[in-house]
């Protein structure tokens, strides 16, 4: 597939297009046509187990606010289309001041959520079948871990793990030896749960007709 062009589109002060990605749909269509290159609304709902009518539907909101284009046809039966932009960024500070923010925010996590574990079943089902080198058996790595952060630092990992990928996506450009790397980074914090009360007896077996 020929690479994009490196380019960005930025939803912290559009407020209609951030609520155009607040459908499910319309989030992995972009995706698909970002990380697979141009397709027809027939081949993605193939992919999608959607009706060709509704990736259609979807595509056409998508190019309204200018996610995606169309793409240069194969023959004149045909309509394809192909992703506007390489990246979709935000202000998270920002764009929470913007309506449907909270929903948006919620919609694309899920299916970043989704696409880990659609990667996943690909990866596993790649190295199964000899299509990567057994090199990647060693060098790929999913990991999770629980470090207590300030917000404050929690931004700054996020910027200073980009970059660094950014890095070395730039030095690894033109060798063979690279392959395509999904990358999904996460900083979710979480209360802590309240201590259990040592002085509360347990709860003893259900008898006959309670309810455990």
């Known amino acids: 597939m020929p690479e994009q062009p490196p380019s960005r589109i930025n939803l912290t002060h559009n407020p209609a297009a951030l609520k155009a990605l607040t459908h499910p749909l319309r989030v992995r269509l972009l995706g698909l046509l970002r990380s697979e290159g141009p397709a027809t609304a027939s081949e993605l709902a193939a992919t999608t187990g959607e009706t060709s009518a509704s990736t259609s539907y979807h595509l056409r909101v998508l190019a309204r606010h200018g996610f995606v284009s169309e793409a240069p046809a194969r023959d004149a039966r045909e309509r394809r289309w192909q992703a506007a932009h390489t990246l979709t960024t935000w202000d998270n500070e920002a764009l929470l001041d ?16 989704d696409h880990l574990g659609r990667t996943l079943d690909r990866h596993e089902a790649d190295l199964a079948a000899g299509r990567l080198d057994p090199a990647w058996r060693a060098a790929a790595h999913l990991d999770d871990y629980e470090v207590r952060l300030t917000p404050a630092s929690a931004a700054e990992l996020g910027r200073e793990f980009a970059a660094r990928a950014a890095e070395l996506a730039a030095r690894d450009a033109g060798n063979p030896e690279a392959a395509r790397v999904v990358v999904v980074t996460a900083a979710l914090p979480v209360t802590d749960r309240p201590a259990r009360d040592a002085e509360a007896p347990e709860a003893g077996p259900a008898q006959d007709g309670e309810t455990p």
């Not at 309506?99 to 970043?112: D, I, K, N, S, W």
């Open 98 to 113: 913007q309506p449907g923010a909270e929903v948006f925010l919620a919609t694309t996590r899920r299916q970043q959520v």
